[in-house]
């Protein structure tokens, strides 16, 4: 059972808008800045959004962050079938203890 | 562009102790904007932090997994390494190292490509 909580799956078809929740507590994303990861099958994480809402560099403005209270969202726009793969969210715990969400599988139909 | 890549056996018997290690390359581990992690992930599961060392030789251990884990630091090899004990089978998961940083935000930045470690006799 993961700390911060993700839907097991999201979908959505070429060119739509999809987001991806991610909630959490007090001790965490209430208190912290929360990070997403992508995840294709069999490869390394890949840093997609940090500090709520940055990107690093090469990631497209298709990709956003947000954060409110102890909630974050991702949101991709104009989604591509490359798009296609495994999401996480992650936030530093007062309890000195990085936490994960369970992650999100994202089909494009 | 900094490199990580996890090494060490694949199979571990139960009750024995996990050791693994991560090289890192095209940097420094004695750089002090880092720390240096190990994450894991069972299959078809979500990510657990195991914990995390500073150049300093300081860590901090998820409490969940504290009493078996230990992280050490040689910066003489670039290398961090990893040793779980008294694994079962619940431990078999692919192990992650990954690059923290902890100024101007926190967030890891790099990973490496994982290993599986498999406990089984």
């Known amino acids: 059972q993961s700390v911060l909580t993700q839907p097991p799956s999201a979908s959505g078809t070429p060119g739509q808008r999809v987001t991806i929740s991610c909630s959490g507590s007090?001790?965490?994303?209430?208190?912290?800045?929360v990070n997403w990861y992508q995840q294709f099958p069999g490869t390394a994480l890949k840093l997609l959004i940090y500090t709520n809402n940055q990107r690093p560099s090469g990631v497209p403005d298709r990709f956003s962050g947000s954060k409110s209270g102890t909630s974050a969202s991702l949101a991709i726009s104009g989604l591509q079938s490359d798009d296609e793969a495994d999401y996480y969210c992650a936030a530093w715990d007062d309890s000195l203890n990085w936490v994960f969400g369970g992650g999100t599988k994202l089909t494009v139909l | 562009q900094v490199q990580l890549q996890e090494s060490g056996p694949g199979l571990v018997k139960p009750s024995q102790t996990l050791s693994l290690t991560c090289t890192v390359s095209g940097g420094s581990i004695s750089t002090g904007s880092y720390y240096w992690s190990w994450i894991r992930q069972p299959a078809g599961k979500g990510l657990e932090w195991i914990g995390r060392i500073y150049t300093s030789g300081s860590t901090n251990y998820n409490p969940s997994l504290k009493s078996r884990v230990t992280i050490s630091i040689d910066t003489s090899k670039n290398q961090f390494s990893l040793k779980l004990s008294s694994v079962t089978a619940a431990d078999t998961a692919v192990y992650y190292c990954a690059r923290e940083r902890w100024m101007g935000g926190r967030y890891f930045d790099s990973w490496g490509q994982g290993t599986l470690v498999t406990v089984s006799s």
């Open positions: 007090s001790s965490n994303i209430g208190t912290n800045t």
